[in-house]
């Protein structure tokens, strides 16, 4: 790996892997999750599967990227040559995560510049609907939603501005200043939200705890994969990252701060959320339970709603809500970026610039074929296909790839080397036994609900994406790398 492509500071590298984990996810979905999976007594569940699998598969992750050094297809590749289409299958999907993703911020960009002028009226649905995402049905795909396909254009000319400098000079300067500004930026939404009339009406909501719920398996269920979305793991970019480091960093006390700060923040943010949502209850009169969702819903529907009875200090609110999700999008999908970026760069032996040249050219091409009349729902389909089937079998896959064929002894003195705390059998046992089934479980599950409820269309969505990543997979497999 060229010596410029690494971190001038651990610092750097936090904030880089923060901004990778926190995402639209933590603002939009962790909340809901809390509400809907038992309020308060959903935190036994949440904290248990950071516990065992949050931290546990974060800490090999660090491991495996700083002892090999290398891309993930060049990593998978040295530890048996026949699993590289596995690699490149992962970061494929990851890299198909990256497209949809900034389309979902091109929405946010788009009401960030709403939020000046509440141009979104008093019908905050039919402006979502008519103007920026779409709707599901199959007549609107004849025309783009052209607010959106603009800003689609715009944030992939950041990314890539950002991502074809050395890591340093790009992600990391780029992290150390939206990661600290989102922090600041949440805290004054949340602090306020807090002061607001009826925000103890939805803080009580959101944590009245229902401890029967804790015998129901798919809390559990639920917990995991809230972890599992939420770091993004398993996605090769602590991988890649950690790739970048400088010799005598402390690997798993590094894991544990990110860890920290991820949960830190969305439980933070979950609090604001719903002192918003309480204030919206109490004013109105709405019924908590007509108020909240998730996603699309929550921040393009809902909020607009929320600022519009809010009087002048929602003209303050919004525009700050809407950076704040831009600043959190843009670090994460860096990220998401970042494993294609690094695995074809060393694969075809190109500069860092020419490799981000081309991927940010093929990736805003798909990205603008999510920018019709039903792009909301076609980043829906793509977006459950991709992390339900791809992104979770591949997890597993990778904990017997690491685990078992590799061997964690080979990991464990890197880890354990500069750390404070240290990683033994106990983690050992997690890696290899543990977190396989709790995987493969979940993904059963995952896919027999995605296949009983899919409509004819979405199957030929998630149809089409499986074979593009096959094929794309067993074509990068068969080119020989141009250090060879």
């Not at 709707?135 to 950002?162: D, H």
């Not at 964690?408 to 003195?413: F, T």
Request: aromatic fraction near 14%; hydrophobic fraction near 55%.
């Amino acid at each position: 790996m060229a010596e410029k492509n690494q971190w001038d500071s651990p610092i750097a590298f936090i904030f880089a892997m923060i901004g990778a984990a926190v995402g639209l996810g933590n603002i939009w979905r962790f909340s809901y999750v809390v509400y809907s999976n038992g309020g308060g007594s959903f935190f036994i569940p949440y904290f248990t599967a950071i516990a065992v699998m949050g931290i546990p598969f974060l800490i090999l992750e660090y491991g495996v990227g700083f002892k090999f050094k290398d891309s993930f297809s060049n990593i998978v590749r040295k530890i048996r040559p026949k699993f590289e289409i596995i690699a490149w299958m992962l970061v494929i999907f990851v890299f198909i995560v990256t497209i949809y993703y900034m389309v979902i911020l091109s929405w946010d960009l788009v009401y960030l510049l709403s939020s000046f002028t509440f141009s979104w009226g008093t019908d905050a649905a039919a402006y979502f609907t008519q103007t920026v995402g779409g709707s599901s049905n199959l007549s609107n795909a004849s025309f783009l939603l052209i607010p959106t396909t603009i800003g689609v254009f715009l944030l992939w000319i950041i990314l890539w501005f950002i991502a074809h400098r050395n890591v340093d000079e790009g992600i990391g300067k780029v992290s150390k200043i939206l990661i600290p500004a989102l922090f600041i930026l949440m805290g004054c939404i949340v602090i306020y939200a807090l002061t607001l009339p009826g925000a103890g009406i939805g803080i009580s909501t959101l944590l009245t705890p229902n401890w029967s719920m804790l015998l129901d398996v798919n809390i559990w269920l639920a917990a995991f994969a809230q972890i599992i979305f939420s770091l993004s793991m398993g996605q090769a970019i602590a991988v890649t990252y950690a790739g970048y480091l400088p010799e005598n960093s402390r690997l798993i006390d590094n894991a544990l701060i990110v860890i920290a700060s991820n949960s830190a923040f969305e439980i933070f943010t979950a609090f604001g959320v719903f002192s918003i949502l309480g204030y919206m209850s109490a004013t109105s009169g709405t019924p908590m339970v007509q108020l909240v969702t998730e996603g699309t819903g929550l921040i393009f529907i809902v909020f607009p709603m929320i600022f519009n009875v809010m009087g002048p200090i929602g003209r303050i609110m919004a525009p700050l809500l809407f950076l704040a999700i831009l600043f959190a999008g843009i670090t994460s999908a860096l990220g998401f970026f970042e494993p294609m970026l690094n695995s074809i760069t060393s694969k075809m032996g190109w500069s860092r610039k020419k490799t981000t040249t081309v991927l940010a050219i093929i990736g805003c091409a798909f990205s603008l074929l999510l920018t019709t009349g039903i792009s909301s729902y076609l980043v829906q389909i793509i977006d459950s296909f991709v992390n339900e089937f791809g992104i979770l079998l591949l997890i597993g896959v990778q904990c017997i790839i690491f685990a078992w064929v590799y061997g964690l002894d080979h990991i464990m003195p890197v880890l354990n080397e500069n750390s404070i705390f240290k990683v033994g059998k106990k983690w050992s046992f997690i890696i290899k036994y543990l977190l396989p089934v709790v995987l493969i479980v979940m993904w059963l599950i995952g896919i027999i609900q995605l296949f009983t409820t899919a409509k004819s269309f979405e199957i030929i969505i998630d149809l089409i994406i499986i074979i593009m990543v096959l094929v794309f997979s067993f074509a990068l497999t068969r080119i020989r790398p141009r250090s060879e």
